[in-house]
C-alpha cells in the first residue's frame, strides 16, 4: 500500500516561505508522479503541481508559477514544493497525491489523475 506523509506546513506572514515535503513509500512502481493540491475551505480541491520521475516533466499552476517551485529527490521518493512570497490567498491543506507511470501534463492535474493521497498539512498565510 502506498504511503504519503507530508510535512512543513505551518503558520508565516504574508511574503515568507515554505517548503512542503512529500515522502513516498510502499510502491513498486519505477517511475511515478507525485501533484500538489490545495483546498481552501468553502472550495474545491486545486492542482497546484505535478513533477514526475521523468526528466524535467514538471507542471505548475499559473496563480503560482511565478512563486512556487517544485522538485523531486528521487533517492528517497520525496517531492518538495518550495513556496515563496505567500500570499493570503494560498492558505489551504496542501495534499499531496501519488500515481504510478504518470506523466505530468502541460495543461493540469487534478485529483482525479491521483491514485493515493496523503492526510494533508495546513498552510495558513497571515496578513
Known amino acids: 500500500e502506498v504511503q504519503l506523509v507530508e510535512s512543513g506546513g505551518g503558520l508565516v506572514q504574508a511574503g515568507g516561505s515554505l517548503r512542503l515535503s512529500c515522502a513516498a513509500s510502499?510502491?513498486?512502481?519505477?517511475?511515478?508522479?507525485i501533484g500538489w493540491f490545495r483546498q481552501a475551505p468553502g472550495k474545491t480541491r486545486e492542482g497546484v503541481s505535478c513533477?514526475?520521475?521523468?526528466?524535467?516533466?514538471?507542471y505548475l499552476a499559473d496563480s503560482v508559477k511565478d512563486r512556487f517551485t517544485v522538485s523531486i529527490d528521487k533517492a528517497r521518493n520525496t517531492v518538495y514544493l518550495q513556496m515563496n512570497n505567500l500570499k493570503p490567498e494560498d492558505t489551504a491543506v496542501y495534499y499531496c497525491?501519488?500515481?504510478?507511470?504518470?506523466?505530468?501534463?502541460?495543461?493540469?492535474?487534478?485529483?482525479?489523475?491521483?491514485?493515493?493521497w496523503g492526510k494533508g498539512a495546513q498552510v495558513t498565510v497571515s496578513s
Open positions: 497525491g501519488f500515481r504510478g507511470h504518470y506523466y505530468c501534463s502541460v495543461y493540469g492535474i487534478w485529483d482525479y489523475n491521483m491514485d493515493y
Open positions: 510502499g510502491f513498486t512502481a519505477d517511475a511515478y508522479a
Open positions: 513533477i514526475s520521475t521523468d526528466v524535467d516533466n514538471k
